[in-house]
């Protein structure tokens, strides 16, 4: 393996994310350093780090964005290069431009091209002015008096969205155009409170399209290539909750068109590193969403029919070093499919749970990228993200049906998740055939209903199986019997 310029990477995140990475420079024989918050002392991703320096802030999440202490850390560790997972402060341009300012590589793509393509007007804009399909849309900041006036024109259904950010934040549909104006107040409000810019624009609302996205990767020398498409219509609140590749929507020639589209709209932004182009796709025609600068939650997919170690590619892509191979070489093999695992409601319209891990075994024979272990507290500080359940099968058939007892099979005592919602969904019918889009959940409400219910036998299972030491004492010694009565479990 060539020699690398750097021997440590701090990486600048947390939970499932962090512990991936550090697998990866352990298998590159590199160092590794973590900066957390107390209250991630007693997870994986610290307990795996070759360093862990703490942090703080007023709350935990204010610890993790704050740059000046990130950089302090990877000073501290002597780290050559920083990784910054996904969310945080990974597509945030001046956080890049502080790394690369410090002497630190950054594992990401350029700052500029941050700031270009984080700009969700920007870079819609740009790929506009490029030659790349678009949603139609109107601009708030193009003139902000008229902006309702020229939203209305396009006539309903409408999507209001912010500039910045996403996850689905700040995103409100108007049907009805006599709610427009709320709609916008509301999305202000939210995109100004998440994410400090509260600039706005409206696209016409494509009813439930697909949700196609394709994983890029460049180099520094301008090689660019394709590593095939994931499917991740299966979205609550439009945050993805399942995602598979390849998508059972595009047939072979559209599978090149999409995948194709992707390449040159990241070599036209002068794209280095990993990165994701997202569309819309609505019959057979597709429209540019937005492009993440960054690694995404779904990429264990895409590794699985691929054999990329994305995290590696974007190692070396920030070490210098040229693409070892050309887009010839890429070969997808069987499909893959990824639950993400929620500390969630559904039937409480995905409000999110917490409670301390009191039981957590999961499935075998499948890829478990998860951020908790038992014992821990599960909090509101962060996302609800837990873990991620990938299955890898030669068809998709044979994946949905892993998945499904995959996910019967995870115990997690101590915390509602979204774990029987998702073994209805990779069960459902619906699914199965491929028939779905990202109102899919929308139309399907009777998935995510009576999930406590369905929940309890396991729930009893669980509580059981945590009793059963003292069950066990019990058995063995037949005079503790009448001291226990009847309350010997």
């Not at 509260?198 to 949700?211: F, M, N, Q, S, T």
């Not at 070396?316 to 500390?343: K, M, P, T, W």
């Not at 957590?360 to 996302?383: C, K, M, W």
């Amino acid at each position: 393996m060539p020699q690398l310029p750097f021997d440590t990477v701090l990486i600048a995140n947390r939970g499932e994310i962090a512990a991936r990475i550090v697998k990866t420079l352990r298998k590159l024989g590199l160092r590794s350093a973590i900066a957390y918050h107390e209250i991630d002392a007693r997870t994986p991703a610290v307990s795996m780090a070759d360093l862990a320096i703490q942090i703080s802030g007023s709350t935990p999440i204010a610890s993790y964005l704050d740059t000046r202490q990130i950089i302090a850390a990877a000073d501290q560790a002597r780290a050559g290069a920083l990784h910054p997972g996904y969310g945080l402060l990974s597509e945030n341009a001046e956080f890049a431009r502080a790394v690369t300012d410090a002497g630190i590589a950054f594992i990401g793509p350029l700052p500029d091209t941050i700031e270009l393509m984080g700009d969700k007007i920007r870079a819609r804009n740009f790929v506009q002015s490029n030659g790349f399909p678009v949603a139609p849309c109107v601009i708030e900041e193009d003139d902000p008096a008229t902006f309702a006036s020229r939203a209305q024109a396009m006539g309903a259904p409408l999507l209001v969205k912010p500039s910045a950010g996403g996850g689905g934040k700040g995103m409100r549909i108007v049907r009805d155009l006599n709610t427009l104006e709320a709609a916008i107040e509301q999305a202000r409000s939210e995109a100004g409170r998440y994410f400090g810019d509260a600039r706005l624009y409206a696209e016409r609302h494509l009813e439930y399209p697909r949700h196609i996205e394709v994983q890029v990767l460049g180099d520094c020398l301008g090689n660019l290539v394709h590593l095939f498409e994931r499917e991740c219509s299966v979205q609550r609140r439009f945050q993805k909750i399942i995602e598979e590749t390849p998508s059972p929507a595009l047939s072979q020639e559209s599978r090149a068109r999409i995948c194709d589209t992707a390449v040159r709209i990241a070599r036209a932004a002068n794209y280095r590193n990993a990165g994701t182009v997202e569309f819309l796709l609505s019959g057979d025609d597709f429209y540019f969403l937005e492009m993440n600068t960054r690694l995404q939650v779904e990429h264990p997919v895409t590794e699985m029919i691929t054999g990329v170690d994305l995290v590696a590619e974007q190692i070396y892509a920030a070490a210098g070093r040229e693409l070892a191979f050309s887009q010839s070489d890429i070969v997808s093999n069987g499909h893959a499919i990824e639950l993400r695992l929620y500390a969630e409601a559904p039937e409480c319209g995905y409000a999110p749970t917490t409670g301390k891990v009191l039981l957590l075994e999961y499935p075998n024979d499948v890829r478990i990228d998860s951020g908790i272990i038992q014992g821990q507290h599960i909090t509101p500080a962060f996302d609800p993200m837990l873990a991620k359940i990938i299955v890898h099968s030669p068809s998709r058939m044979e994946s949905a049906l892993k998945a499904h007892r995959a996910v019967r099979e995870l115990v997690l005592l101590g915390c509602e998740t979204n774990a029987n919602l998702l073994a209805r969904i990779v069960s459902d019918e619906a699914f199965l055939g491929g028939h779905f889009h990202v109102g899919y959940l929308e139309q399907n409400p009777h998935l995510a209903s009576g999930i406590f219910a369905a929940g309890m036998s396991a729930f009893l299972a669980s509580a059981a199986l945590l009793t059963r030491p003292v069950r066990d004492s019990a058995d063995a010694v037949p005079e503790l019997h009448s001291a226990l009565g009847n309350w010997r479990n």
